[in-house]
């Protein structure tokens, strides 16, 4: 008997739906009182780690329930973006937290990789690889490091949220490298290599 695809409308892909809706939650948050109070910086934070940690539940759902779409690998990366780019730009400007560089890096590179994916579509889908999950990781950690009130809290903090945004865009810079070898030669082969099924 052969297993029915699962629906695209189930629990996996709804938490991800849901990470997408914190995005404007979390930059209002961030930006009351222009991003000079206390409590609302860790408000800011505290939704932007629920969101973020959502991630790995869709993912654990997905796996666990036999919930894989091609929808959920196509939202999943985007709602990455969209909470990454959200912060990374807000802590750019208007806060003025972090030079234009950061974000301009690491969303020429996510976009990039979304861009290409989209190409590649009509051939397969590239789910996000174990190196791209440790970039997301790291992203995430550098930032909520960032949006912390960092001016109330030891300099140490700040040292090691640097050390860990620098590796986060070494990790960006390779894994995007990556991509977009594995998309030409998708490109270039004209055909797909299937992905990987979803655990019976």
Do not use: H
């Not at 780019?85 to 750019?92: H, R, S, V, Y």
């Not at 990790?171 to 979803?198: E, N, Q, S």
């Amino acid at each position: 008997m052969v297993n029915e695809a699962p629906s695209p409308w189930n629990v996996a892909n709804a938490v991800t739906l849901v990470r997408i809706a914190l995005v404007p939650v979390f930059a209002w948050a961030l930006l009351m009182e222009g991003g000079d109070s206390v409590g609302w910086r860790l408000v800011a934070t505290a939704v932007f780690v629920v969101a973020a940690v959502s991630d790995r539940v869709d993912g654990y759902l997905a796996r666990s329930r036999n919930l894989v779409t091609d929808l959920g690998k196509i939202l999943d990366p985007i709602a990455d973006k969209a909470l990454i780019g959200a912060a990374l730009i807000l802590l750019c400007w208007p806060l003025g937290e972090l030079p234009w560089w950061v974000p301009t890096v690491i969303l020429v590179r996510e976009l990039g990789v979304t861009a290409l994916r989209m190409v590649v579509l009509r051939y397969a889908v590239m789910p996000a690889s174990r190196g791209g999950k440790l970039k997301t990781v790291l992203q995430a950690v550098a930032i909520t490091l960032f949006l912390l009130p960092l001016a109330a809290l030891p300099d140490a903090v700040r040292v090691v949220a640097w050390v860990v945004l620098w590796l986060a865009i070494a990790v960006t810079v390779v894994t995007g490298v990556d991509y977009f070898a594995k998309g030409w030669r998708l490109l270039a082969a004209g055909r797909g290599t299937p992905g990987p099924k979803p655990a019976a």
